[in-house]
């Protein structure tokens, strides 16, 4: 099992590991949080049974948890890269990756849809609203009861 430290190389490394075997990947991910003192923990595990590769990843923080949730989706992340590391040119780069929810279902995402659907539904005249409803009804009420109560 790989166990990784930073949330890049974990998500670098998974999409390439769901590249190469999405219908043999499994990917798990654990919340645990026990006790007051301690803080909350989120394991991601993916898991390739013909491969043998494991890769795992520990957190308790937002970010990173946040960035690896976003990663699943259809619509991916941008990680950090460094190139040339350890020398003078080194640079850091980011990379954009498409998420894990692509390639799981073998369908690609592109963002023009989703902005167009999303216009459809906003182009659309908004309900009624039912809290009104409700309040009017209860200060309705409020007021008979007022006149029924004896002082």
Request: proline share 5%; net charge positive.
């Amino acid at each position: 099992m790989t166990h990784f430290s930073s949330a890049d190389n974990f998500i670098e490394k998974s999409v390439q590991l769901m590249k190469s075997g999405p219908a043999n990947t499994r990917v798990s991910i654990t919340y645990t949080h026990s006790g007051e003192k301690r803080k909350p923990i989120v394991k991601f595990k993916l898991f390739n049974p013909v491969t043998g590769i494991c890769l795992s990843l520990r957190t308790h923080k937002a970010k990173e948890f946040s960035r690896i949730m976003n990663a699943l989706g259809p619509r991916g992340t941008a990680v950090t890269k460094h190139v040339n590391p350890g020398t003078a040119n080194e640079k850091i780069e980011d990379v954009k990756l498409e998420g894990l929810g692509c390639i799981m279902t073998n369908t690609k995402f592109s963002e023009q849809e989703a902005q167009e659907e999303s216009k459809q539904e906003t182009n659309q005249p908004p309900a009624e609203s039912t809290t009104e409803k409700v309040t009017s009804k209860h200060k309705k009420r409020s007021k008979k009861s007022r006149k029924g109560r004896k002082h």
